[in-house]
């Protein structure tokens, strides 16, 4: 068992959460139990990873995509109350983590994205409101790009949406996790042969031709699990609690 406040403590500080300016806010959204034993990890806050963390016993659940987001009505609505009345009814605690988690170096969505596609990760990348969310990868050997794709289909577990406009091979990668498709345009400029992102747009088409810049769209959902887990595991490393993270594929 650990306290719950100390285990959101440490996740507040390590993310640096309440320095951002984010969509929605960032560290704990319900309270729940003093002490937890099973901590659950998610992508997204919503009634079937409750249900299921309710059923597993988690005291505590964490993730990405938090229940309250500026641009939602600030009166309950039912689908709302159906959530909160799933964690009231388990006595589960929730605490999301935006934005922090995707700009992290060690932890965050978009560094645990170099790595495991090969790419050594190099300068921060993906402006958004006077703080970078993602980082730029280089391989100094460059990686084939067929071989990059093959990687992506490895790495998120689904076909990615490709535009095949850059180089044969690829020495440096933007990545922003989730849906930053406007970011092509920061690649293109830094002179990138490639741009990561989860979800794309209409335009990012024309645009990757254009400037000669390969797009992958390798799935919004399927971009934010490497950081949620992580931090899961983490906090379990740190304070000796179970750690179970919730797979829910979206193929979004």
Same mark, same amino acid.
């Given at each position: 068992? $650990? +306290?719950? $406040?100390?285990?959101?403590?440490?996740?507040?500080?390590?993310?640096?959460?309440?320095?951002?300016?984010?969509?929605?806010?960032?560290?704990?959204?319900?309270?729940?139990?003093?002490?937890?034993?099973?901590?659950?990890?998610?992508?997204? $806050?919503?009634?079937?990873?409750?249900?299921?963390?309710?059923?597993?016993?988690?005291?505590?659940?964490?993730?990405? /995509?938090?229940?309250?987001?500026?641009?939602?009505?600030?009166?309950?609505?039912?689908?709302?109350?159906?959530?909160?009345?799933?964690?009231?009814?388990?006595? @589960?605690?929730?605490?999301?983590? /935006? &934005?922090?988690?995707?700009?992290?170096?060690?932890? =965050?969505?978009?560094?645990? @994205?170099?790595?495991?596609?090969? #790419?050594?990760? $190099?300068?921060?990348? %993906?402006?958004?409101? %006077?703080?970078?969310?993602? #980082?730029?990868?280089?391989?100094?050997?460059?990686?084939?790009?067929?071989?990059?794709?093959?990687?992506?289909?490895?790495?998120? %577990?689904?076909?990615?949406?490709?535009?095949? +406009? %850059?180089?044969?091979?690829?020495?440096?990668?933007?990545?922003?996790?989730? =849906?930053?498709?406007?970011?092509?345009?920061?690649?293109? +400029?830094?002179? &990138?042969?490639?741009? &990561?992102? =989860?979800?794309?747009?209409?335009?990012?088409?024309?645009?990757?031709?254009?400037?000669?810049?390969?797009? @992958?769209? +390798?799935?919004?959902?399927?971009?934010?699990?490497? =950081?949620?887990?992580?931090?899961?595991?983490?906090?379990?490393?740190?304070?000796?609690?179970?750690?179970?993270?919730?797979?829910?594929?979206?193929?979004?």
């Amino acid at each position: 068992m $650990a +306290a719950t $406040a100390e285990i959101i403590a440490f996740c507040d500080e390590l993310l640096d959460a309440h320095a951002w300016e984010d969509y929605g806010p960032n560290g704990l959204q319900v309270p729940g139990p003093d002490e937890v034993r099973l901590v659950v990890t998610g992508v997204s $806050a919503h009634r079937e990873l409750f249900e299921r963390a309710a059923e597993a016993g988690a005291d505590l659940v964490l993730c990405h /995509h938090g229940l309250f987001w500026n641009s939602q009505p600030r009166a309950l609505t039912p689908q709302m109350k159906a959530r909160l009345e799933v964690l009231f009814r388990a006595g @589960i605690a929730l605490a999301a983590y /935006h &934005l922090p988690l995707d700009a992290h170096p060690e932890v =965050g969505n978009n560094a645990l @994205i170099c790595a495991a596609l090969g #790419f050594e990760r $190099a300068e921060p990348f %993906g402006r958004w409101r %006077g703080r970078d969310i993602g #980082f730029v990868g280089r391989s100094a050997d460059g990686v084939a790009w067929p071989e990059l794709v093959e990687r992506c289909r490895a790495v998120f %577990g689904r076909e990615p949406l490709v535009f095949d +406009a %850059g180089p044969e091979r690829v020495r440096s990668i933007g990545i922003v996790s989730g =849906g930053a498709p406007s970011n092509l345009a920061e690649a293109a +400029a830094l002179g &990138l042969d490639a741009f &990561l992102t =989860g979800e794309p747009a209409e335009h990012v088409m024309a645009d990757a031709r254009e400037a000669g810049v390969h797009f @992958i769209a +390798a799935g919004h959902y399927a971009t934010e699990t490497l =950081g949620i887990r992580r931090l899961g595991e983490l906090v379990a490393e740190r304070f000796g609690v179970e750690h179970r993270f919730i797979e829910i594929p979206n193929p979004v």
